[in-house]
């Protein structure tokens, strides 16, 4: 995996455990408040320079002509289009790539941006676990983490948006609910997202 040829011996553990995680669609129960990064004594910014070497989404982002009643700042996600947009001023928007949920575990809805954690733990929830077992009960974030380099939690549900180290699962139906973005992509929106902000998920 690109990147981690810098991290501890903790960290390659990890990051052997990634391995068993793929393709599970990574989605969690709250984050603990406090952020500690997998075995990496570091701080935020040096964990954001491994974002960079993270291949792009298939969908480059861009900004497209999106009219919509939602207000400037909302998220709006397509399940179809496999792609978010970022609703701007003016009839803008940016347009990311997204990889959604599988069949049986995609959704629509409304909700709000409730939380924002930068390099989030992870911590499958128990039906997660129940269907694979040998998932941990918690792992901690950073570049090894399926959770990726950002996550905005979406009210009180299980449900995130967040950055993820499988790029190639971009544009792709493959969690178990949450909407994935490539590490570069989630950091972007990240910095343009409020705490409050709107999520609309639609078919």
């Given at each position: 995996m690109v990147g981690i040829s810098r991290l501890s011996g903790r960290s390659a553990l990890l990051g052997g455990l990634m391995a068993l995680i793929l393709g599970?669609?990574?989605?969690?129960?709250?984050?603990?408040?406090?952020?500690?990064?997998?075995?990496?004594?570091?701080?935020?910014?040096?964990?954001?320079?491994?974002?960079?070497?993270?291949?792009?989404?298939?969908?480059?982002?861009?900004?497209?002509?999106?009219?919509?009643?939602?207000?400037?700042?909302?998220?709006i996600v397509s399940n179809s289009d496999r792609a978010l947009y970022l609703v701007l001023e003016e009839g803008k928007a940016y347009r990311y790539g997204v990889g959604v949920g599988r069949e049986g575990f995609s959704w629509t809805g409304r909700n709000r941006v409730s939380m924002k954690r930068e390099w989030p733990d992870w911590r499958p929830p128990p039906a997660m676990r129940r269907r694979q077992p040998d998932l941990p009960v918690h792992m901690r974030g950073g570049p090894a983490n399926p959770l990726g380099a950002r996550a905005l939690y979406i009210g009180s549900t299980l449900y995130r948006i967040h950055g993820s180290n499988e790029p190639h699962t971009i544009g792709q139906a493959v969690s178990s609910g949450c909407i994935r973005m490539t590490n570069a992509d989630v950091q972007h929106l990240y910095d343009r997202v409020r705490v409050g902000a709107r999520v609309v998920v639609r078919n």
């Amino acid at each position: 995996m690109v990147g981690i040829s810098r991290l501890s011996g903790r960290s390659a553990l990890l990051g052997g455990l990634m391995a068993l995680i793929l393709g599970l669609g990574a989605c969690t129960q709250h984050a603990a408040d406090e952020l500690v990064r997998g075995g990496v004594s570091a701080s935020t910014h040096d964990l954001d320079r491994h974002i960079t070497s993270y291949v792009s989404a298939p969908a480059a982002r861009r900004v497209v002509a999106y009219e919509t009643n939602e207000p400037p700042g909302s998220i709006i996600v397509s399940n179809s289009d496999r792609a978010l947009y970022l609703v701007l001023e003016e009839g803008k928007a940016y347009r990311y790539g997204v990889g959604v949920g599988r069949e049986g575990f995609s959704w629509t809805g409304r909700n709000r941006v409730s939380m924002k954690r930068e390099w989030p733990d992870w911590r499958p929830p128990p039906a997660m676990r129940r269907r694979q077992p040998d998932l941990p009960v918690h792992m901690r974030g950073g570049p090894a983490n399926p959770l990726g380099a950002r996550a905005l939690y979406i009210g009180s549900t299980l449900y995130r948006i967040h950055g993820s180290n499988e790029p190639h699962t971009i544009g792709q139906a493959v969690s178990s609910g949450c909407i994935r973005m490539t590490n570069a992509d989630v950091q972007h929106l990240y910095d343009r997202v409020r705490v409050g902000a709107r999520v609309v998920v639609r078919n």
